[in-house]
């Protein structure tokens, strides 16, 4: 059975660095054809993907927020772990992580950014 | 990105009855379309990829067609447990991107 799990903190202060971790069961983030990504979603929004990164390390950042992104894996753990720097109250939403077939997601992780 | 546009917005509708909700791209993507069900509090869950494959474990209930620019869902004699928010989503290029969703209520 393939489950995705997130952690991280569920509260952050404006301009600091999200770290989010997604620990991955059922599967091995080593295996060709592999890949999971990062979705969030504002309340009361659509999903929105942010990152995705595949089996042989290929990454993939959302044109719009690129610049601060960034996402790794380690397959010594089977988790994939995603920064996003400087982050807003407008970053408020629940972060999923997902296999890159799009099932299943994890139960998702809300984010407050607020002073 | 690829926009995509679902109509309508929300939709009400009784146990029994048949909805339809359609999915619009902003430019050709095959046949590279799922849809999603989501109840409040959870993930959103696949129903259908590839435009028209029901994920396993789905009902045969719900059914996906369309290709190109121009894709639907329907969810034929509506069960209670249906009644959820439902999204699309184009898969023909990163970032994967969502409908705005629709709203689908009980009458």
Redesign the interface.
């Known amino acids: 059975q393939i489950t995705l799990k997130e952690s991280g903190p569920t509260l952050v202060k404006p301009k600091q660095t999200l770290t989010l971790t997604c620990t991955c069961s059922g599967f091995s983030l080593s295996t060709s054809g592999v890949g999971v990504g990062w979705i969030r979603q504002p309340p009361g929004k659509a999903p929105e993907w942010l990152a995705l990164i595949f089996w042989d390390d290929d990454k993939r950042y959302s044109p719009s927020l690129k610049s601060r992104l960034t996402i790794t894996k380690d397959t010594s753990k089977n988790q994939v772990v995603l920064t996003m720097t400087n982050m807003d109250p407008v970053d408020t939403a629940t972060y999923y992580c997902a296999h890159s077939n799009y099932y299943p997601w994890g139960q998702g992780i809300l984010v407050t950014v607020s002073s | ?1 690829i926009q995509m546009t679902q109509s309508p917005s929300s939709v009400s509708a009784s146990v029994g009855d048949t909805v339809t909700i359609t999915c619009r791209a902003s430019q050709g993507i095959s046949n590279w379309l ?1 849809w ?1 069900q989501q109840k409040p509090g959870e ?4 129903l259908i ?1 590839a435009a028209y494959t029901l ?1 396993s474990g789905v009902p045969s209930r719900f059914s996906g067609s369309g290709s190109g620019t121009d894709f639907t869902l329907t969810i034929s004699s509506l069960q209670p447990e249906d009644f959820a928010t439902y ?1 699309c ?1 184009q ?1 023909n290029s ?8 629709t709203r689908l209520d009980i009458k």
Do not use: E, K, R, W
Not at chain 2, 43 to 46: D, E, H, K, R
Not at chain 2, 94 to 101: D, K, L, S
């Open positions: 990105d799922a999603f993930a959103p869950n696949l990829y994920q999204y989503q898969a990163f970032p994967p991107t969502f409908g705005q969703g």
